[in-house]
């Protein structure tokens, strides 16, 4: 059984199509990078699998369900965009998940926080963006999940910390997990990736293993994007 599939996924806005028959397979133990120009679709595709957007037609099942409060328990989503309360402080915060989720590892979650020289008692209010960045990944790198989406993870963060951000990654998801990175910066994440799907326009135009397609083209997978969109 695939741990993700999308059968003929179609979904609009103001009649203007934003997926066109999307079909997907996600396996087991597998780092993905849903990578495509802004506006090609990816956070559109990434809340629908997240039960955050009603699709038009088609199906999406998690481990053959469709998705519903069964696939929340068990995929861990990081947003692009900051949803935290910046009222409350840090230790506030990871109690909060901790009762929120059952699988929610909160001796993990203090670890990281150390790791990534974090102030459990400081108010996120003052705390900088890409702080803020860290603790969200902290918080969701700290469930034992089954999929775990990430939604632009490097976006905020400066050049000298990406590595370290996906060193953080990479150690700390759930063993046979599987993990979807969204993210314009190819070249940061390219290493740690075993397939690649490209969607353009609304559309999924190459889904790969990603070895096998840099033997294919000779190239690494930023420099095939950048010839297949002319970036």
Avoid: W
Avoid at 77 to 102: C, G, H, Q, W
Avoid at 166 to 182: P, W, Y
Avoid at 191 to 196: N, Q
């Amino acid at each position: 059984m695939n741990l993700l599939e999308i059968k003929h996924l179609n979904k609009s806005f103001d009649n203007k199509t934003i997926l066109d028959d999307i079909n997907l397979k996600i396996s087991k133990g597998k780092i993905i990078g849903l990578l495509g120009k802004n506006g090609a679709g990816k956070s559109t595709l990434i809340k629908i699998i997240n039960d955050l957007l009603t699709i038009d037609s088609g199906e999406v099942l998690f481990k053959g369900k469709k998705i519903g409060v069964y696939s929340k328990e068990n995929i861990a989503f990081l947003p692009e965009r900051t949803y935290l309360d910046k009222s409350m402080k840090v230790e506030a915060v990871i109690n909060f998940f901790s009762d929120f989720y059952k699988d929610f590892n909160k001796e993990k979650a203090y670890e990281l926080l150390e790791k990534l020289d974090l102030d459990k008692k400081q108010r996120i209010t003052k705390m900088s963006k890409g702080m803020q960045e860290k603790l969200q990944l902290i918080l969701v790198m700290s469930r034992e999940a089954d999929l775990y989406i990430l939604d632009e993870p490097l976006s905020g963060v400066d050049p000298a910390t990406r590595d370290y951000i996906l060193d953080t990654i990479l150690s700390n998801f759930k063993e046979g997990a599987s993990i979807i990175i969204s993210t314009h910066l190819i070249s940061d994440i390219e290493r740690i990736l075993d397939e690649v799907i490209f969607i353009d326009k609304g559309k999924i135009v190459l889904q790969s293993e990603a070895d096998a397609l840099r033997n294919k083209e000779k190239s690494s997978i930023d420099e095939i994007f950048r010839r297949m969109f002319k970036c």
